[in-house]
């Protein structure tokens, strides 16, 4: 981490989920100590409040199963925006909400990367791939499209807001997957994105596979963004989601993940997504997630050396 200074910006979507309570969860992420954990940690934090959609236009699709369309579209401009202008002056941290808000806060760090002449990575942390075009979602819910949207999928001109720069599919790395539907696995398989589904996990570890990943952004002096969804981790640590798949990350193996994380010195901006305190135990959920971006910030148990990525930086 290069800046000391987090800019925490709550995005409380609901639209894009199929079931409401992600509009509770930026406060949820509040009350379990976000902040304090931060500035315990060094941090100066800067809490910007809650993101407000921009107005909403009349926008229709062929698709009829699609749900809040102009919704999630109104958010997406407002979150871009936010996250343009927040990655110039700190380390974003979105506290969402549901997923569909990367669909704002991915397109608004594209766009700075592309200024700074960078190349934007995500690390996406989820048990589904939300790769789903407008056309082909089934269930309408538009928490299942915001990574093709992002990386420039066909299907969303004229109806999300056009992009300043669309993430490579090759600078995304996808790990924990176990629920895909036919037409993402499909779209999945020409994208040139890397998927790490729960048996490659349970194969390989996850140490392997995140430090190759790891040094390809190294190696292109890359911008890293990590996307971190609640149903990543097992439900019988985190319960308060709303779209629970089993056989999830266990607690160790998600912590192991932030501390590599962190001593990469590669991550620059955060998600995390699809908390409903509705559905938690006693903030059970809430506590977990602002422990595991504790880990991914810098808290250990005990001091280790920092892992090395040789790269040589661009001069240009």
Known sequence: MTSKTCIVLGAPVQEGAGRLGCDMGPSAFRTAGLQTELRSLGYDVEDRGNIAPKPHREIHHPNAAIKALPETVAWTEAIAEAAYEASGKGIPIFIGGDHSLSAGSMTGLARRAAEDNRELFVLWLDSHPDFHSLATTTS???HGVPMAYATGLNGFEGYFPPLAAAIKPQNVCMMGIRSVDPAERAALRSSGVTVHDMRAIDENGVVTLLNTFLKRVADADGILHVSFDVDFLDPAIAPGVGTTVPGGATFREAHLIMEILHD??????????????FLDERGRTALLMVDLVASLMGRSVLDRPTQSYSHTPKTS
Not at 264 to 277: A, K, M
Request: glycine share 12%.
């Open 264 to 277: 990469s010195g590669l991550v620059r901006s955060l998600d995390v997504v699809e908390l409903n305190p």
């Open 140 to 142: 309408g819910n538009l």
